[in-house]
């Protein structure tokens, strides 16, 4: 990771004891087995989704509300779900990339080296099964994930 990444994170980490990089089994040691396991270790007891490239390495956490209604109530670099989307531009500035998924929200994008952050918020105000009440600007979900190309090109 480049020192401007670093500074700008600097304290804001994720409130997981496990670290990109990090080999499956390892990771299966700390935190248990997944509750679900396809492409992705699905983890719906705690609210996340953990993904591995080709060396079995952690290179993507997935925060989210699962199916069950389980919501992840860690931080992701000083911001959590249900947040204002204003938090995330004040700690990391404007995104990237914003992409209407017209579902009811928009996708934000940060690149920050091959770090990517993604943040799904709400453009609408609800109130559904699995997500409960929920308002214009509030966080949905976030991603963080390491891309080995550059992210400017994926999207």
Same mark, same amino acid.
């Given at each position: 990771? /480049? ?39 699905? +983890? ?27 919501? +992840?109530? &860690? /931080?992701?670099? &000083? ?13 990391? &500035? ?16 940060? !690149? !920050? ?11 609408? /105000?609800?109130?559904?099964?699995? !997500? ?24």
């Amino acid at each position: 990771m /480049n020192i401007e990444l670093i500074k700008k994170f600097e304290g804001f980490e994720y409130d997981l004891p496990i670290r990109f990089g990090q080999n499956r089994d390892e990771i299966i040691n700390l935190i248990g087995k997944p509750d679900k396991e396809t492409f992705y270790d699905s +983890y719906t007891r705690y609210g996340f989704i953990l993904g591995y490239n080709i060396f079995d390495e952690l290179d993507l956490i997935w925060a989210a509300t699962m199916d069950s209604g389980i919501t +992840y109530k &860690g /931080n992701i670099f &000083g911001v959590k779900i249900g947040d204002s989307i204003a938090k995330s531009y004040e700690l990391w &500035g404007k995104e990237n990339t914003m992409k209407d998924k017209r579902m009811g929200y928009f996708s934000s994008y940060w !690149f !920050f080296d091959k770090l990517v952050i993604e943040v799904e918020h709400w453009n609408e /105000n609800g109130d559904e099964e699995g !997500f409960g009440k929920y308002s214009i600007g509030n966080i949905k979900e976030i991603q963080i994930r390491i891309e080995d190309e550059n992210p400017d090109v994926i999207f």
